[in-house]
C-alpha cells in the first residue's frame, strides 16, 4: 500500500524523531519516539482503517514486535513509529527530489507532485 505522507514534508516535525545516541545521547530512542509522538498527535498518517491495518502487517513483518504486541500499541504510537520510518528513510537515502529509481527508500514523489511511502 502506498500512503500520502504529503502533509509530513507540508508541515513536518519541529524537533528530531530520528537519530542516534551519538547525535542525542544515551536517551536518543526516548527523546525522538517522545517527539515523533507529539508530532503524531498533530499530524495522523495513517488517517483510515485500511492504513492501519496496512501499518500494522509491515511492521509486524520486519520481526522486531509480535503482532499481538503491535494490535496493543496506541493509535499515536503507531503514527509515531510511522514518522520515524519516514525519517529514517530520509536520513538513509537522502532528499526524495535527488533519488533514483534504484535508491531503494520507500518514500517516492508520484506523478501527481504528492509524497508517498510505499510499505512492504
Same mark, same amino acid.
Given at each position: 500500500? *502506498?500512503?500520502?505522507? =504529503?502533509?509530513?514534508?507540508? $508541515?513536518? /516535525?519541529?524537533? /528530531? #524523531?530520528?537519530?542516534?545516541?551519538?547525535?542525542?545521547?544515551? &536517551?536518543? &530512542?526516548?527523546? @525522538?519516539?517522545? $517527539?515523533?509522538? *507529539?508530532?503524531?498527535? @498533530?499530524?495522523?498518517?495513517?488517517? =483510515? /482503517? !485500511?492504513? #492501519?491495518?496496512?501499518?500494522?502487517?509491515?511492521?509486524?513483518?520486519?520481526?522486531?514486535?509480535? %503482532?499481538? !504486541?503491535?494490535? +496493543?500499541?496506541?493509535? *499515536? !504510537?503507531? #503514527?509515531?513509529?510511522? #514518522?520515524?520510518?519516514? +525519517?529514517?528513510?530520509?536520513?538513509? $537515502? &537522502? /532528499?526524495?527530489?535527488? %533519488? @533514483?529509481?534504484?535508491? &531503494?527508500? !520507500?518514500?517516492?514523489?508520484?506523478? $501527481?507532485?504528492?509524497?508517498?511511502?510505499?510499505?512492504?
Amino acid at each position: 500500500m *502506498e500512503i500520502n505522507i =504529503t502533509a509530513y514534508f507540508a $508541515n513536518g /516535525p519541529k524537533e /528530531p #524523531v530520528y537519530g542516534s545516541i551519538s547525535q542525542y545521547g544515551q &536517551g536518543a &530512542g526516548a527523546y @525522538t519516539y517522545g $517527539n515523533a509522538k *507529539e508530532y503524531a498527535s @498533530t499530524c495522523d498518517l495513517l488517517d =483510515t /482503517p !485500511e492504513k #492501519v491495518e496496512a501499518f500494522k502487517a509491515y511492521a509486524a513483518s520486519m520481526g522486531a514486535w509480535e %503482532r499481538e !504486541e503491535i494490535d +496493543a500499541w496506541s493509535h *499515536e !504510537e503507531l #503514527v509515531a513509529l510511522f #514518522v520515524q520510518f519516514i +525519517a529514517a528513510d530520509m536520513a538513509e $537515502n &537522502g /532528499p526524495i527530489e535527488d %533519488r @533514483t529509481d534504484d535508491c &531503494g527508500g !520507500e518514500c517516492f514523489k508520484g506523478d $501527481n507532485g504528492e509524497y508517498y511511502y510505499l510499505l512492504g
